[in-house]
């Protein structure tokens, strides 16, 4: 799993925003993942306090991911990107492994 500078910046930036409406949690990132049955990849991203006895950690610089053990192997070779652009705006998911990349401004 993969996260561009871009899109690890507006991770921070909302996390630090989540802290001050609830000082009493430490929040990380969390993917979760399935297919369809076309095979496209449905994603679910945001952040969560509460971890689960399954969960991949990964750690970056300013915060952590974690991916459930279900999720993982449809997430292994994916991109979070983030965008802030006139005709692209929010967190896309791309994953070359999948016909079909979910994304919408996913966070």
Same mark, same amino acid.
């Given at each position: 799993?993969?996260?561009?500078?871009?899109?690890?910046?507006?991770?921070?930036?909302?996390?630090?925003?989540?802290?001050?409406?609830?000082?009493?949690?430490? &929040?990380? %990132? =969390? @993917?979760?993942?399935?297919?369809?049955?076309?095979?496209?990849?449905?994603?679910?991203? !945001?952040? $969560?306090? *509460?971890?689960?006895?399954?969960?991949?950690?990964?750690?970056?610089?300013? &915060?952590? %991911? =974690? @991916?459930?053990?279900?999720?993982?192997?449809?997430?292994?070779?994916?991109?979070?990107? !983030?965008? $802030?652009? *006139?005709?692209?705006?929010?967190?896309?998911?791309?994953?070359?492994?999948?016909?079909?990349?979910?994304?919408?401004?996913?966070?």
């Amino acid at each position: 799993m993969k996260i561009t500078e871009e899109a690890k910046k507006k991770i921070v930036e909302l996390m630090e925003a989540n802290k001050k409406i609830m000082p009493e949690h430490t &929040f990380f %990132l =969390r @993917i979760t993942a399935d297919t369809d049955a076309d095979n496209n990849l449905k994603q679910q991203t !945001y952040f $969560d306090y *509460e971890t689960r006895p399954n969960d991949r950690l990964l750690r970056f610089k300013d &915060f952590d %991911l =974690r @991916i459930d053990e279900e999720s993982y192997p449809h997430l292994k070779y994916a991109t979070l990107e !983030y965008y $802030d652009e *006139e005709n692209k705006t929010g967190f896309f998911l791309d994953n070359p492994e999948f016909h079909g990349h979910s994304g919408e401004n996913v966070i």
